[in-house]
């Protein structure tokens, strides 16, 4: 029992330095970060008046799309955090034109770093591949974009719904996804329908279409 004192303090001590090391110095360094621009004010170092500030909170659509990112279990295959030149292959994939850096995750509550690259990074995905109709068809069957692609499908995002008559001629919806004919004959889908997607499948692909690393920050730029 002597001993005890020593051990609380030798206890107390080691969680303290944990403490200290993994969440005030990085509370410290990193939590005072806000939105900013690449262009500033030599003397004051704060952005110049007129110019954007980066990065931008996520539209209320693309917050409920990141909820589906997460209950599909998409982070599991892809990361959100480009490496910077000569920590892997980034670059070279064209997975963005700077590395990630802590400001571009300061909005995010939750942040979606990853674990592994089944898939590739979907940092700036939505830089990249700004086409919606892209994604919907992606997300429908994989097979139609990326041949080969071992991503499940998530067509149960979408319905099969009747192609609507206007004056007694097909009216396809605005949205609805252009399915090869080879892929609409395999899911047997008859001529007179259309692939659509649902609301879980906007929001998810809004969300994609956010995640963007299109701006430059006074510690990353743009190669």
């Known amino acids: 029992m002597k001993y005890l004192p020593s051990i609380f303090l030798g206890v107390f001590l080691t969680l303290a330095f944990s403490w200290f090391g993994l969440i005030y110095m990085s509370n410290h360094q990193l939590g005072g970060l806000e939105p900013t621009s690449s262009l500033l004010d030599p003397v004051t170092h704060q952005p110049l008046s007129g110019e954007d500030l980066h990065p931008t909170p996520l539209s209320g659509l693309a917050e409920k799309g990141k909820l589906e990112?997460?209950?599909?279990?998409?982070?599991?295959?892809?990361?959100?955090?480009?490496?910077?030149?000569?920590?892997?292959?980034?670059?070279?994939?064209?997975?963005?034109?700077?590395?990630?850096?802590?400001?571009?995750?300061?909005?995010?509550?939750?942040?979606?770093?990853?674990?592994?690259?089944t898939g590739p990074d979907l940092m700036s995905v939505g830089t990249r591949l700004s086409d919606a109709s892209w994604h919907y068809q992606h997300l429908y069957n994989p097979q139609i974009t990326s041949p080969g692609s071992i991503m499940p499908r998530f067509n149960y995002l979408f319905r099969v719904q009747p192609i609507a008559l206007v004056d007694g001629k097909p009216q396809p919806s605005m949205n609805a996804?252009?399915?090869?004919?080879?892929?609409?004959?395999?899911?047997?889908?008859p001529a007179a329908y259309e692939v659509v997607p649902t609301f879980r499948a906007e929001a998810l692909v809004q969300y994609l279409k956010e995640l963007r690393l299109d701006y430059d920050l006074p510690e990353?730029?743009?190669k």
């Open 69 to 117: 990112y997460i209950s599909l279990g998409c982070l599991y295959c892809h990361s959100q955090q480009v490496r910077r030149k000569g920590f892997g292959a980034d670059y070279e994939r064209g997975w963005g034109d700077r590395q990630s850096v802590p400001r571009d995750y300061i909005w995010q509550t939750r942040v979606l770093l990853g674990t592994m690259r």
């Open 177 to 189: 996804v252009k399915v090869p004919e080879a892929f609409a004959k395999e899911d047997k889908i």
């Open 220 to 222: 990353a730029k743009r």
